[in-house]
T-cell receptor, first 114, second 111 residues
Framework: NAGVTQTPKFQVLKTGQSMTLQCAQD?????MSWYRQDPGMGLRLIHY???????DQGEVPNGYNVSRSTTEDFPLRLLSAAPSQTSVYFC?????????????FGDGTRLSIL | QQPVQSPQAVILREGEDAVINCSSS?????VHWYRQKHGEAPVFLMI?????EQKGHEKISASFNEKKQQSSLYLTASQLSYSGTYFC????????????FGQGTTLQVKP
């Protein structure tokens, strides 16, 4: 019963490098989203998807791209990493876009940009 | 658009009660509550939907006042295991399911 799986757990990048954070869920959830967590800022929504082939922007989308080619996977791409993107990134999913459903979080990816 | 939580932090002794508030400047359809332990992922506690209902989860309960656009989380007879950061997530009606979280309230329960 894996739930929401994020890889890698830790990553250090240099400014300007690109990378993809992976997120996969095995619960057949339609709705998936990415958040970043910074001290004192709570969880801020980056991008979300209501189903395969459909994505939209959240509160802080700049510098990030997403795609949703399958129901299971929702990767987050950093195009050109900047120190301001140092953060803990959480992927979350829930059964549908219905807000009566609980959201399940992955264990997070801790990303440092030097 | 981010909901505002208060207080930012609270320290309790075991057995004491606490209330965490979550207020929004926009009309709300749904409020979610999650707890996060240090270094771990947020864990779901409960959901309240439009209708002013109150829910309970052991000694943790919550209310939702849609007219005041706010929700409160009540922790009674707190236990050491209640320590962590509590987040409310809110969503207005008519959107595509976006859940926007507050900045969190850190709760520390001491023996």
């Amino acid at each position: 019963n894996a739930g929401v799986t994020q890889t890698p757990k830790f990553q250090v990048l240099k400014t300007g490098q690109s990378m993809t954070l992976q997120c996969a869920q095995d619960m057949n959830h339609e709705y998936m989203s990415w958040y970043r967590q910074d001290p004192g800022m709570g969880l801020r929504l980056i991008h979300y998807s209501v189903g395969a082939g459909i994505t939209d922007q959240g509160e802080v989308p700049n510098g990030y791209n997403v795609s949703r080619s399958t129901t299971e996977d929702f990767p987050l791409r950093l195009l050109s990493a900047a120190p301001s993107q140092t953060s803990v990134y959480f992927c979350a999913s829930r059964l549908t876009g219905d807000l009566g459903q609980p959201q399940h979080f992955g264990d997070g990816t801790r990303l440092s940009i030097l | 658009q981010q909901p505002v939580q208060s207080p930012q932090a609270v320290i309790l002794r075991e057995g004491e009660d606490a209330v965490i508030n979550c207020s929004s400047s926009k009309a709300l359809y749904s409020v979610h509550w999650y707890r996060q332990k240090h270094g771990e992922a947020p864990v779901f506690l409960m959901i309240l939907l439009k209708g002013g209902e109150q829910k309970g989860h052991e000694k943790i309960s919550a209310s939702f006042n849609e007219k005041k656009q706010q929700s409160s989380l009540y922790l009674t007879a707190s236990q050491l295991s209640y320590s962590g950061t509590y987040f409310c997530g809110t969503a207005g009606s008519g959107n595509t399911g976006k859940l926007i979280f507050g900045q969190g309230t850190t709760l520390q329960v001491k023996p």
